[in-house]
T-cell receptor
Framework: QKEVEQDPGPLSVPEGAIVSLNCTYS??????FMWYRQYSRKGPELLMY????GNKEDGRFTAQVDKSSKYISLFIRDSQPSDSATYLC?????????FGSGTRLSIRP | DSGVTQTPKHLITATGQRVTLRCSPRSGDLSVYWYQQSLDQGLQFLIQYYNGEERAKGNILERFSAQQFPDLHSELNLSSLELGDSALYFC?????????????FGEGSRLTVL
């Protein structure tokens, strides 16, 4: 079983839609939970990170963590064409940081 | 601009050859991470250094090695290259030793092995 499972997509939605991206994990040692965004031909950039169960908001982005069920989600409200990118979930423990395979998201104008 | 610099941006070489990828972390960051990204494998953790010392190893092949120098820049050496080593190699840095997950990535070095 992979430590992190993420639906690779691609996911295509119209501009203005609410987007939901999800990941599940198996390692209970993971302490920090992150979402990274990667534009084509660029390195990943950190969008949000949290270490506790619950919701964390940052503008149009909301990260949700459920440690008991071992999943995290990223919600994007009022999606824009500039949100088109690959979104990677990531988890860290004391010894390593593991990334999901990424979900390719396309926002149609 | 993340502040992490990687060179070269692109590299084309032949099977059996050896290459060196270089990374300069953000100013003040002591941790350097190397990742390999290919289409079918996603972003795979290779190795982490902190202040010159190896701290964690991931799925790094024996043909690959890395080091972090006193000025904190790091090099990833790939030898006896195979076609399957073609990938994007990312370097990332962070200020901390512990893995909070806040990494700053460079733009990557794209390696093509022919």
């Amino acid at each position: 079983q992979k430590e992190v499972e993420q639906d690779p997509g691609p996911l295509s939605v119209p501009e203005g839609a609410i987007v939901s991206l999800n990941c599940t994990y198996s390692n209970s040692a993971f302490q920090y939970f992150m979402w990274y965004r990667q534009y084509s031909r660029k390195g990943p950039e950190l969008l949000m990170y949290t270490y506790s169960s619950g919701n964390k908001e940052d503008g149009r982005f909301t990260a949700q963590v459920d440690k008991s069920s071992k999943y995290i989600s990223l919600f994007i409200r009022d999606s824009q064409p500039s949100d088109s990118a690959t979104y990677l979930c990531a988890y860290s423990s004391a010894s390593k940081i593991i990334f999901g395979s990424g979900t390719r998201l396309s926002i149609r104008p | 601009d993340s502040g992490v610099t990687q060179t070269p941006k692109h590299l084309i070489t032949a099977t059996g050859q050896r290459v060196t990828l270089r990374c300069s972390p953000r100013s003040g960051d002591l941790s350097v991470y190397w990742y390999q990204q290919s289409l079918d494998q996603g972003l795979q953790f290779l190795i982490q250094y902190y202040n010159g010392e190896e701290r964690a190893k991931g799925n790094i092949l024996e043909r690959f090695s890395a080091q972090q120098f006193p000025d904190l820049h790091s090099e990833l050496n790939l030898s006896s290259l195979e076609l399957g080593d073609s990938a994007l190699y990312f370097c990332a840095s962070s200020v901390a030793l512990t893995n909070t997950g806040e990494l700053f990535f460079g733009e990557g070095s794209r390696l093509t092995v022919l």
